[in-house]
Each structure stands twice: as structure tokens, then as C-alpha cells.
């Protein structure tokens, strides 16, 4: 299984860019990279996800390198409720199944 | 409104019972999950189902199990077989519509086994 690994926790000030890094060194060719959030005490939230080409949504972007070995979420414009745990994920597919492996993911807090 | 609803939010049980936690979707998904969260981890998979009457065990099957009657509902019975069920459950769900459709939880329910 491809195995994810994040710094534990970051900080990042409000107003600035948020740059949350993540190495899948391991992934296979067919296997995307999906971002996730889960604020306190709340269930996981979809942010977005990747397989080579860098994605944009209203949420965030998603920088994959060519080699597909590491990724970064960028949050464009940080806000206090953006504070939360990140998740990077590849996305496994098990006899049709999709299965998500979640690690222990960064928490971001954003600084006032 | 569409969505995922679990209930209840907090559930207290005495060691030794059974307890069933509710997961109920009114997405039309096709996909449900469960998985389990201990303080300060990810998330862990315990049981999943692509459609009715149909359900395989995740990475922690043990001392749990699910039922899937119905698109709309897959609930989780916590046994007395579990050794640590004290736990933060959550529930997902995801349309196999397109493969790759992401998964929506629900609010997740808070179990302590006293």
C-alpha cells in the first residue's frame, strides 16, 4: 500500500498562503492523491485530488511533482477556519473497491 | 437537505453490551463506509459496502458488525468482542456513479464503553 508522510503540525498566518506538503514516494502510476480536512470533533471534509496535472478548485490547489512522488496543498488566502487536520491520501482500489488510508495528517493552525 | 446523518452524537454503554450505531443517507449513494478514530489518529477502516446486501471487512473488522438492508442505511454494531471500543465513529458514503467521486461523512458519534 502507498504509504503518505506529512510534517505533524505547521502554522501559517492569516491573509497568507497556506502550503501543506505531503511525500507519496511509493504510489503506483494509477493511484490518486486525495486531500481531506476534519475540523475538531467533526467528520473528514473532500478537498481535492490529483492523479500528474496540478488541480484548482474553489477550495484549494494540489501541486504533484513529475515524478508523482510528492505533492503540496496549497490554501491561497488562509483563513482562522481553516485551522483543522489535513489529510493526504492515495486513493487504493481493491477488487473495484475504493479503500482511503488515513495517516495522522498535519494540523494547521492558521495565527491571527 | 441531502446528506449523512449518524445518531446519536454521544453514546455511553456499559462494558460487556452491544451497541448499534445508526448511519442513514438520503444521497442515493451506492458506497458505505465505517471507519474509527482514536484521539490524535487517522482514521481507520472497519467495514464497507458497494451495494445492498452486500459488505466486506476493512483493515479492523474485528469485533464489529454491519448490516446493509437498505441503499439508504448501513449501521454498525459494536460487540462485546471488541476489546477497546471506546472510540469517535464515523460514516461514509460515495456514488459509484464515477470512480472518482469522493466520500461524504457524517457527523460521527462519540462512543464511551464505561
Known amino acids: 500500500d502507498a504509504k503518505t508522510t506529512q510534517p505533524t503540525s505547521m502554522d501559517c498566518a492569516e491573509g497568507r498562503a497556506a502550503n501543506l506538503p505531503c511525500n507519496h514516494s511509493t504510489i503506483s502510476g494509477n493511484e490518486y492523491v486525495y486531500w481531506y480536512r476534519q475540523i475538531h470533533s467533526q467528520g473528514p471534509q473532500y478537498i481535492i485530488h490529483g492523479l500528474k496535472n496540478n488541480e484548482t478548485n474553489e477550495m484549494a490547489s494540489l501541486i504533484i511533482t513529475e515524478d508523482r512522488k510528492s505533492s503540496t496543498l496549497i490554501l491561497p488566502h488562509a483563513t482562522l477556519r481553516d485551522t483543522a487536520v489535513y489529510y493526504c491520501?492515495?486513493?487504493?482500489?481493491?477488487?473495484?473497491?475504493?479503500?482511503?488510508?488515513f495517516g495522522t495528517g498535519t494540523r494547521l493552525t492558521i495565527i491571527p | 437537505d441531502g446528506g449523512i446523518t449518524q445518531s446519536p452524537k454521544y453514546l455511553f454503554r456499559k462494558e460487556g453490551q452491544n451497541v448499534t450505531l445508526s448511519c442513514e443517507q438520503n444521497l442515493n449513494h451506492d458506497a458505505m463506509y465505517w471507519y474509527r478514530q482514536d484521539p490524535g489518529q487517522g482514521l481507520r477502516l472497519i467495514y464497507y459496502?458497494?451495494?445492498?446486501?452486500?459488505?466486506q471487512k476493512g483493515d479492523i473488522a474485528e469485533g464489529y458488525s454491519v448490516s446493509r438492508e437498505k441503499k439508504e442505511s448501513f449501521p454498525l454494531t459494536v460487540t462485546s468482542a471488541q476489546k477497546n471500543p471506546t472510540a469517535f465513529y464515523l460514516c461514509?458514503?460515495?456514488?459509484?456513479?464515477?470512480?472518482?467521486?469522493?466520500?461524504?461523512f457524517g457527523p460521527g458519534t462519540r462512543l464511551t464503553v464505561l
Open positions: 459496502s458497494q451495494i445492498v446486501n452486500d459488505f
Open positions: 491520501i492515495v486513493r487504493r482500489v481493491v477488487g473495484g473497491n475504493e479503500k482511503l488510508t
Open positions: 461514509a458514503s460515495r456514488t459509484s456513479g464515477s470512480r472518482y467521486n469522493e466520500q461524504f
